[in-house]
């Protein structure tokens, strides 16, 4: 068996750049870990986004240092097929630092063009607009005819009506248009979800109405490595070796081999071919093919929560949890196209500078700890801090319960606040913790320890107690702090809340040296010919957004790097 091109992972990325090779001729392969999920109304309905995590389309990958579940999508559509459908864009102005790591041909005017032909964009309804309180953004910032639909939640809940209001009234700006580049303060985000199918729109999506004589796709289907030579100093790959239904296989590469697999599949079957750093591939016997130091290195976006408990008037997707009656009268409403509690999303976002959060001490803490900054990845990350425009920290508001730290109480309702530092200072390791690929890597987070992530971290806690939870009208639906609960100092909270990773990325990050990186520009492992990666795991540091439209951009641009 031979193949122009051999995709291994069948997610958000794989998805996107199979279905576009297929369509101009080549002959792909996709080879897939999960399944398939077809008409599985678990992933299909968008009213499902929040019941996937942790199930059975997902790893159950969990960070080795914290215990902290890690969710990542064993199925066809990857971790599109089972996120919080949000999506949203970075900062313009960290994307045009990457020029400092060697990084050319990924502008963001550039890489915006790729995010805009994923989309098709339905703007808000005059109705939507009135009950969020929010002007229209500009339409011709989004694209008009890419699979990905994007388009705003149809029932908006009390909390999510008072959202940019109570941001306003603390004295935070409104940010009408934040997918332009300039992504500073409070929005409401599009989702992905078709509003006339009622339909999440994943990496699937891009399969719909594909011929299928180019493209073959084996799912439930473990990759053990790739299988390479050495011809005149560089390694090509020569074929994909992989286990379906017990059996061994191999199949022969015309072409290339693109690694789709995610933040951290893709270190794991680059260790298991022998491709990282010399002392992780020894210690587990793997036979050396090429030293890449920094593979597996990785950042990602930690999300320590806040809960509230609401006031007993208001109703929100946790009556759901909670009352059959309803939720049979919610979910003939959702079949039948009305604005259903099934149509309630996490839309509400606020992107902060750290001059809106940090008192003028901290703020000079800051700048000295920014003076200690060394490595050429430290000076980048202190240039995103140092630039006002982009945003250091995000904060969720999810209206209804997503603790991590405490369970539900029956017949209550929740408003959670989740807060991301968006370029952590701290890095952790992705690194395989046997030779065999069905051992789950071990995965080191380090997650809060460097000063500056704790300084931030603590800043944002204290901003939401003090700021956004007193604000009004916010204030008013609000009864009482859960979790942690108000005798928890900021200090021990961060001390020792579970925090997980949602948007992890970077574990083979891109740049223009193999010392310091794992592909170059074009997106192809150094020394390679014909290895390249195209997913979350190239993004070189972290970004003010959460990652999915960019994931979509990567694979839209390898494409035409292919």
Known sequence: MEYDYVVIGGGTSGLVLSSRLAERGEKVLVIEAGIDPKNDENITSASN??????????????????????PRGKVLGGSSAINYILWNRPSKYEIEL???????????????????????YIPPSQTQLESFGMQAPHSKHYGSSGPITLSYQRYISPTDRRWLETIKNIGLPINENPHDGENLGA???????????????????????????????????????????????????????????GVTKSVKIRKEVVLTAGTINTPQILELSG???????ASHGIKEVLNIPTVGEYRGHYYPTLCYQLNDTVKNMDVLRQEEQIRREEAEKYRKGDPSLYHQAASCVLYLKPAQILTKEELDRLESLLREASSNEELVLAQYFLDERIPQVEIDMVGFFADLNSVPEDGKKYVTFMVGLQHPFSKGSIHVSSSDVNDKPNITSNYNKHPIDRLLLSAAIRFIREKIVTGNPLTDIISKEVSPGRGVSVEEFIENAPACDYHPSSSAKMGNNIDDS???????????????????????????????????AIAEKAVDLL
């Open 98 to 120: 990457w020029h400092k790591l060697g990084i050319e041909g990924w502008s963001f005017e550039n890489v915006w063009k790729y995010m805009k032909k994923a989309e098709t």
């Open 187 to 245: 929005n409401i985000s599009p989702i992905t979800a078709d509003p006339n199918k009622h339909r999440r729109t994943y990496g699937c999506t891009y399969l719909d109405a594909l011929p299928t004589a180019s493209l073959d796709i084996l799912t439930q289907t473990m990759v053990h490595r790739i299988e390479t030579v050495t011809e005149d100093g560089q390694i090509r790959a020569t074929a994909v070796e992989y286990c379906s239904e």
């Open 518 to 552: 794992v592909v170059n520009s074009e997106l192809k492992v150094h020394k390679t010919r014909n290895i390249r990666v195209s997913d979350a795991s190239i993004i070189p540091l972290g970004l003010s957004s959460h990652i999915q439209s960019i994931v979509y």
């Open 49 to 70: 986004f929040v019941t996937n995590v942790g199930g059975s389309y997902d790893y159950g990958f969990s960070v080795t240092d914290t215990h902290v579940p890690m």
């Open 275 to 281: 491709i990282g750093d010399t002392n992780i591939l």
